[in-house]
């Protein structure tokens, strides 16, 4: 069993979304979260060649930095027709602007000169890393499949979640509230996002389950 | 406690000098010993700030490449006196060629430019990472200190090893048999060099001490 987690954790991401579905998905937990961006911490460049590589080099560098033990999520979008693409470059698609919009066209654009047929199969992976200062690392992957719609739909969420249809599901990611996305049922069954998926191994794990509810 | 080890391992290191020593440390464990340079796996780009990142980031790629456990190894000299350098850098400083007789040339200069006064302190770390495929990951450290001596004494070893005098001994890592510079002893005392020690805290926890003497 992990090492179990009380007291201080630094979030380590720089992405405003990500920060506040971490913030919904910690409330439950006596945990007090402090942005890497409070602490200075700078962005370590993420080399790894998947989601979980890419977590723990932003889980490492931060708690080392900030010495004490730090959650890092790296997660993107994996097109079947596109061989997994943009996958772990999902981020930087959208370009050093951010524009995610122009990220999902060219998803568009890279399915229709892949001459890619209906129904467009895709999912959403999440890799949590939970790194100690100088020692261990817990990480987890969470996955939602689907399919994806154009034009996109919705304004909610954030990233690639207005063209994402999860399977079983009329709306799309940006059609749904944070709860409903990734809220975590109370049943112990399955959370419907990604990320809800990756944090309830995460929390499982390394805190021991709800202190609050 | 960590998940213990049982059965195959893949080595991710491409240096045959810490191949030598990671299978004289694993020999008395039940552990099969793969190389990565023998699964074809390519060295990632070692990006981390610290030895422990460069480890890990090693170590998840063997582990997810090859799927099955992999331990890695990043080590390095810090001097004193240049603020910690060559560090992670050390083997940067030897060049492409791993010319190692002109990165102690290197130190020595650089003590020289630096104004540095004997005696010039300085350690060894040795950084192992334990990654499990699309999961765990253990990381531990160990530091030998003492002092550096010019010019190079001895042979044996590898990298700085002939620059190095550990405290308490006579002679340096480069004067010194593998089995004394990294012999652990049975009695559970710690043994000499950096790598030794950082593979004593990982077999006891992940190895679950020895299976064989």
Redesign the interface.
Known sequence: ??QKLIGKLVIATHNAGKLTEMRDLLAPYGVTMIPAADLGLPE??E????F??NA??KA??AA?RANIPALADDSGLCVEALDGAPGINSARWAGPARDFGAAMAKVEQALRAAKASLPFKAHFACALALAFP????????GKVFGELVFPPRGKLGFGYDPIFLPEGYARTFGEMTGLEKHGIPTDGSPGLSHRARAFQIFAQACLGGRTVQ
Chains 1, 2 share one sequence.
Do not use: K, L, N, V
């Not at 080399?47 to 998947?50: E, K, P, R, S, V």
């Not at 100088?134 to 992957?141: A, K, L, R, T, V």
């Open positions: 069993m992990p370590p460049e080399t790894g060649g998947t979980i590589a723990e080099i490492r560098a080392d100088g020692g261990d690392m817990h990480s987890f992957e």
